[in-house]
């Protein structure tokens, strides 16, 4: 490939993620994305193959979901000094952290809600896999088969999910008592089970 073709692509696949930031999902489209990254559109045909095909790529090439040891800083010995319930709390919290800090992963988790394609469909996948992983590190350090922790995250990360989605484009003083009261009812909740 050509060094020309190679900075449109780029520029292509930067748009998608403009244009999701600036405007969210249902700006996404097409004529939008060949307009914001300044070429004609039957480039993105060209080169990617469709619009679909734009998305795998936007997701194949771009960091949108947090990493497992960005949740789980602890070893295995700092674990055996903290209780399970109590370190599920501080890794949800993180978690919280963690969404807030990647506003182009929030939107593209607003549009899986409405509809799927390559790029919300990717996301997902990531999103189970890293799941899957974080799960497995809390039993390597945690010996207790009778606590479902993947059940347990699955459900309170859902509903921090949901808020986080929901309040994204919200001031900072509007989250507040939802949160609050979300992470009253985790602690609770965890302090319960164990």
């Known amino acids: 490939m050509t060094r020309s073709r190679l900075k449109t ?15 969210g999902y249902p700006a996404v489209g097409i004529n939008a994305i060949a307009r914001q ?3 004609d559109k039957v480039l993105i045909y060209r080169y990617f193959g469709g619009f679909d095909e734009l998305l795998l790529a936007f997701a194949e090439t771009t960091t949108l979901w ?8 602890e070893t295995a010995a700092d674990c ?5 319930p109590d370190l599920l709390q501080i890794l949800l919290d993180r978690y919280v952290t963690a969404l807030e800090s990647r506003p182009l992963a929030l939107e593209i988790m607003a ?9 919300t469909n990717a996301l997902a996948r990531t999103r ?9 590190r809390i039993r390597g350090y945690y010996q207790q088969p009778n606590i479902d922790i993947g059940g347990i995250l699955g459900v309170f990360g859902a509903a921090i999910n ?6 994204r484009k919200q001031p900072q003083q509007y989250k507040t008592e939802e949160w609050w009261r979300l992470q009253q009812t985790i602690a609770k909740l965890l302090q319960a089970y164990a």
């Open 9 to 23: 692509e780029q520029r292509i696949i930067d748009a998608v993620g403009t244009i999701l930031l600036e405007q």
């Open 37 to 39: 990254a300044g070429c």
């Open 66 to 73: 947090w990493e497992v040891d960005e949740i789980i800083t």
């Open 80 to 84: 055996a000094l903290i209780a399970l």
């Open 111 to 119: 549009w899986e809600m409405s509809a799927q394609n390559n790029l």
């Open 128 to 136: 189970g896999e890293r799941g899957m992983e974080l799960v497995k």
């Open 162 to 167: 949901y808020l986080v989605i929901r309040t």
